[in-house]
Nanobody
Framework: QVQLVESGGGLVQPGGSLRLSCAAS????????MGWYRQAPGKQRELVAA???????NYAESVKGRFTISRDNAKTTVYLQMNSLKPEDTAVYYC?????????WGKGTLVTVSS
C-alpha cells in the first residue's frame, strides 16, 4: 500500500525558512510526478510546486523565487525548501504523487508563518 508521510512543518517567523520532506513507501510505478499542494483556512487547495522524473519543475506564481522543490528518486522522497516565508504562506501542506491512472496524498503538515 502506498503511503506518503510529510514532515518539517512548524512555526516560523516571516522571512524565515523551513524544509518539508515527504517520504513515500510502497510500490509506485514510474513515471510519476511528485509535488506539494497547500490549503489555507477558508481557501481552496492549490498547487505549490511539482517535479517530474526528469527534473522538470513547476511553481505557483506566488512562490517563484522563494521555494525550491527537489526529489530523490532512490529514496522516493520529495522536498520543498521554503525561504523568505510570508504570513500568507500559512497553510497545511500536502504531499502528492501523480500518475496517469492514480494519485496519492499525504495527510499534511502545518506551516505557520507568524511573528
Amino acid at each position: 500500500q502506498v503511503q506518503l508521510v510529510e514532515s518539517g512543518g512548524g512555526l516560523v517567523q516571516p522571512g524565515g525558512s523551513l524544509r518539508l520532506s515527504c517520504a513515500a513507501s510502497g510500490i509506485i510505478f514510474n513515471p510519476y510526478t511528485m509535488g506539494w499542494y497547500r490549503q489555507a483556512p477558508g481557501k481552496q487547495r492549490e498547487l505549490v510546486a511539482a517535479v517530474t522524473d526528469g527534473g522538470s519543475t513547476n511553481y505557483a506564481e506566488s512562490v517563484k523565487g522563494r521555494f525550491t522543490i527537489s526529489r530523490d528518486n532512490a529514496k522516493t522522497t520529495v522536498y520543498l525548501q521554503m525561504n523568505s516565508l510570508k504570513p500568507e504562506d500559512t497553510a497545511v501542506y500536502y504531499c502528492n504523487v501523480h500518475r496517469v491512472v492514480q494519485d496519492y496524498w499525504g495527510k499534511g503538515t502545518l506551516v505557520t508563518v507568524s511573528s
